[in-house]
């Protein structure tokens, strides 16, 4: 805005509506309304003293000023609306605060909806706040009924504040259903003591954690509680709930889907999804630049997965759906990890046709379901790959129909005890070990996942 003649009683009147709201007699320049609008939180001071116009009816000054004060304005009122120098003093006066102690969610600039229970409208989680609801202590019962519902999808975090214990809360139905952007929840020692948690998590499909130094669910209920949570991942020993999971899984320990911050055994590895086709899975965070990207996330070491919703490839249609990956590259750096497991990881990737990388592995523990159902698969080869940490090979291999051959190190020997894994090779029909055995339906459990001789027959070739 240029520098032009503006009428005195234009800034009188804008200084007049600060005052007002602050309940001071304070004398303002032009160019301190803007911080003084922006310091207006709802506090009057009781000592309103308005201005007189000044003598003097007109004067130059600077756009800037103005664009400043209606800068102020909308970071007040969280509006868009542009406003000329003479409408400035009304949008003031027509400022209202979410003052007094009360329950509240808190939106933040950086995505994070905190509740909260302190006097006025606050976050201490980071950010500044942009919008704020008032939360029923006694529950919802419906996702529709929450006053924040509107904005769930842009919600990436979500903070219980200390203060948040003192409300009380006993019904949590609902509270963060279908929070669909949200990969992180902190604080949750400050939900323990609820009763009611029907649905609480359900279709948070993003989520990976929920933090807590505490937790009782002593009386707790939960129909439903994490129904679709399929990448959330408990700290202690990697716990993934299934759909039908309840409150006897909201606990920190084994078993549970809560994490202490300062006791988290999580590792995490990466896939990265690239247009060709390839899905690199590697202990580096940042993908290849010099390759366009299908997508990209992160996997859990140790996480216990259940089926399907947690890779990179897991999309349910369009550029991300697991029927585009055709081909899989284990990086040599995945052989920093001292523990991994793999089931479900690459579950009916029906077009797959080649896995690379195999050998670099150690430290695997478990590989349910892992190459279930890749019907385009025709080779594998495990030369390198050390099997000694494994122990659940159900269905490792179940559907894949192609795969003819299996390569190992001839010195290839699993565990001598604490393995199972009953049908690792259901419906492998075309796999052939190395000494002419051939598949059978007879012949299915883990036992066969070794060398074939004449004295032991298997489903693998030395190489």
Same mark, same amino acid.
């Given at each position: 805005?240029?520098?032009?003649?503006?009428?005195?009683?234009?800034?009188?009147?804008?200084?007049?509506?600060?005052?007002?709201?602050?309940?001071? @007699?304070?004398?303002?320049?032009?160019?301190?309304?803007?911080?003084?609008?922006?310091?207006?939180?709802?506090?009057?001071?009781?000592?309103?003293?308005?201005?007189?116009?000044?003598?003097?009816?007109?004067?130059?000054?600077?756009?800037?000023?103005?664009?400043?004060?209606?800068?102020?304005?909308?970071?007040?009122?969280?509006?868009?609306?542009?406003?000329?120098?003479?409408?400035?003093?009304?949008?003031?006066?027509?400022?209202?605060?979410?003052?007094?102690?009360?329950?509240?969610?808190?939106?933040?600039?950086?995505?994070?909806?905190?509740?909260?229970?302190?006097?006025?409208?606050?976050?201490?989680?980071?950010?500044?706040?942009?919008? @704020?609801?008032?939360?029923? &202590?006694?529950?919802?019962?419906? @996702?529709?009924?929450?006053?924040?519902?509107?904005?769930?999808?842009?919600?990436?975090?979500?903070?219980?504040?200390?203060?948040?214990?003192?409300?009380?809360?006993?019904?949590?139905?609902?509270?963060?259903?279908?929070?669909?952007?949200?990969?992180?929840?902190?604080?949750?020692?400050?939900?323990?003591?609820?009763?009611?948690?029907?649905?609480?998590?359900?279709?948070?499909?993003?989520?990976?954690?929920?933090?807590?130094?505490?937790?009782?669910?002593?009386?707790?209920?939960?129909?439903?509680?994490?129904?679709?949570?399929?990448?959330?991942?408990?700290?202690?020993?990697?716990?993934? &709930?299934?759909?039908?999971?309840?409150?006897?899984?909201?606990?920190?320990?084994?078993?549970?889907?809560?994490?202490?911050?300062?006791?988290?055994?999580?590792?995490?590895?990466?896939?990265?999804?690239?247009? /060709?086709?390839?899905?690199?899975?590697?202990?580096?965070?940042?993908?290849?630049?010099?390759?366009?990207?299908?997508?990209?996330?992160?996997?859990?070491?140790?996480?216990?997965?259940?089926?399907?919703?947690?890779? &990179?490839?897991?999309?349910?249609?369009?550029?991300?759906?697991?029927?585009?990956?055709?081909?899989?590259?284990? @990086?040599?750096?995945?052989?920093?990890?001292?523990?991994?497991?793999?089931?479900?990881?690459?579950?009916?990737?029906?077009?797959?046709?080649?896995?690379?990388?195999?050998?670099?592995?150690?430290?695997?523990?478990?590989?349910?379901?892992?190459?279930?159902?890749?019907?385009?698969?025709?080779?594998? /080869?495990?030369?390198?790959?050390?099997?000694?940490?494994?122990?659940?090979?159900?269905?490792?291999?179940?559907?894949?129909?192609?795969?003819?051959?299996?390569?190992?190190?001839?010195?290839?020997?699993?565990?001598?005890?604490?393995?199972?894994?009953?049908?690792?090779?259901?419906?492998?029909?075309?796999?052939?070990?190395?000494?002419?055995?051939?598949?059978?339906?007879?012949?299915?459990?883990?036992?066969?996942?070794?060398?074939?001789?004449?004295?032991?027959?298997?489903?693998?070739?030395?190489?």
């Amino acid at each position: 805005m240029a520098v032009g003649t503006i009428e005195t009683s234009v800034l009188t009147d804008i200084a007049n509506a600060i005052r007002f709201q602050a309940g001071v @007699a304070t004398l303002f320049t032009p160019g301190e309304m803007a911080a003084a609008a922006t310091a207006l939180d709802g506090t009057n001071e009781g000592n309103y003293q308005a201005q007189i116009y000044m003598t003097l009816e007109s004067g130059i000054l600077s756009g800037h000023v103005f664009e400043d004060i209606a800068d102020a304005i909308r970071g007040q009122n969280g509006s868009t609306d542009t406003y000329l120098p003479g409408e400035m003093a009304a949008a003031i006066l027509a400022l209202s605060w979410d003052v007094g102690l009360k329950p509240r969610a808190v939106l933040t600039s950086l995505g994070t909806l905190e509740f909260n229970y302190v006097d006025g409208r606050h976050c201490y989680s980071g950010g500044v706040p942009v919008d @704020a609801w008032e939360v029923d &202590p006694a529950g919802y019962s419906s @996702a529709s009924a929450r006053p924040y519902d509107s904005v769930k999808l842009q919600v990436q975090k979500v903070v219980f504040h200390s203060s948040w214990a003192q409300v009380g809360m006993t019904n949590a139905n609902y509270l963060l259903n279908a929070f669909e952007s949200m990969t992180e929840v902190s604080g949750f020692e400050n939900m323990s003591g609820m009763r009611s948690a029907n649905q609480m998590f359900g279709s948070c499909s993003m989520l990976e954690t929920i933090y807590a130094t505490s937790f009782s669910n002593s009386g707790l209920s939960g129909s439903l509680m994490f129904n679709g949570c399929s990448r959330l991942v408990g700290g202690t020993d990697g716990f993934v &709930p299934s759909t039908t999971s309840g409150a006897s899984a909201c606990k920190i320990g084994a078993g549970g889907v809560l994490t202490d911050p300062n006791k988290d055994a999580r590792t995490w590895f990466y896939g990265h999804f690239y247009e /060709d086709g390839e899905a690199v899975l590697t202990a580096t965070q940042a993908p290849d630049p010099s390759r366009t990207l299908r997508a990209t996330g992160r996997i859990c070491a140790i996480g216990k997965y259940v089926g399907l919703g947690f890779t &990179p490839w897991t999309g349910t249609a369009g550029a991300t759906h697991r029927q585009y990956l055709t081909a899989v590259t284990f @990086a040599a750096d995945m052989a920093t990890y001292s523990t991994l497991r793999f089931d479900y990881l690459l579950y009916s990737c029906t077009a797959a046709t080649s896995v690379s990388g195999l050998g670099s592995l150690s430290g695997v523990t478990s590989m349910r379901f892992t190459f279930s159902s890749c019907s385009a698969l025709t080779s594998l /080869d495990f030369r390198g790959f050390d099997p000694l940490a494994l122990t659940d090979l159900y269905y490792t291999f179940g559907g894949a129909s192609a795969l003819a051959a299996i390569y190992a190190d001839s010195t290839w020997e699993l565990p001598s005890s604490g393995v199972s894994g009953s049908s690792c090779f259901y419906n492998c029909r075309s796999l052939v070990g190395g000494n002419g055995t051939a598949w059978s339906s007879s012949a299915t459990s883990y036992t066969y996942f070794r060398i074939d001789t004449a004295s032991t027959p298997g489903y693998l070739t030395a190489q």
